[in-house]
């Protein structure tokens, strides 16, 4: 495998496949504001306009450069219950030697954290938000150093 430093998408060497890279994903949630802020404090994903074309309560966040996450209420909105490490969760990037700064902007936003189950060679962790997703934060730099 190719290692690079990671800016953005990991695009595999050229194999004659098209490649298709991330572009949002969409969450579910009771308090769409609540929910925004959450997210823009503490990861400090960047709030985008959204389309006028959406007759429901929503928020665009800018996860990264060309990756977003689009917030749409549901009243009656229930987190699963397969929200773990080995069940359905979202991992993210973050730079290591922000964690303890990262963990503190979570826990006094409402977030629980939670230590992993299984050693890698490089350090994350899990959070669980005030929605009950489950994220896990993973050091990029020790991930890229590790990964083959």
């Not at 299984?118 to 994220?135: A, I, K």
């Amino acid at each position: 495998m190719v290692k690079q430093v990671f800016n953005g998408p990991r695009i595999p060497p050229t194999t004659g496949v098209t490649c298709m890279t991330f572009a949002h994903l969409t969450m579910a949630t009771r308090d769409v504001a609540a929910t925004e802020t959450f997210l823009a404090t503490t990861l400090g994903w960047k709030p985008l306009s959204r389309p006028g074309n959406i007759d429901m309560k929503g928020a665009w966040l800018e996860m990264g450069p060309g990756q977003q996450i689009h917030l749409l209420e549901v009243a009656d909105f229930e987190p699963s219950a397969h929200e773990a490490e080995f069940g359905r969760h979202f991992a993210i990037f973050f730079t290591g030697s922000e964690f303890p700064q990262l963990k503190e902007r979570l826990q006094e936003k409402g977030a629980e954290l939670i230590a992993p189950l299984r050693e890698t060679p490089f350090e994350r962790f899990f959070f669980r938000d005030p929605n009950g997703y489950v994220f896990e934060v993973i050091d990029q730099q020790g991930y890229l150093e590790n990964s083959e």
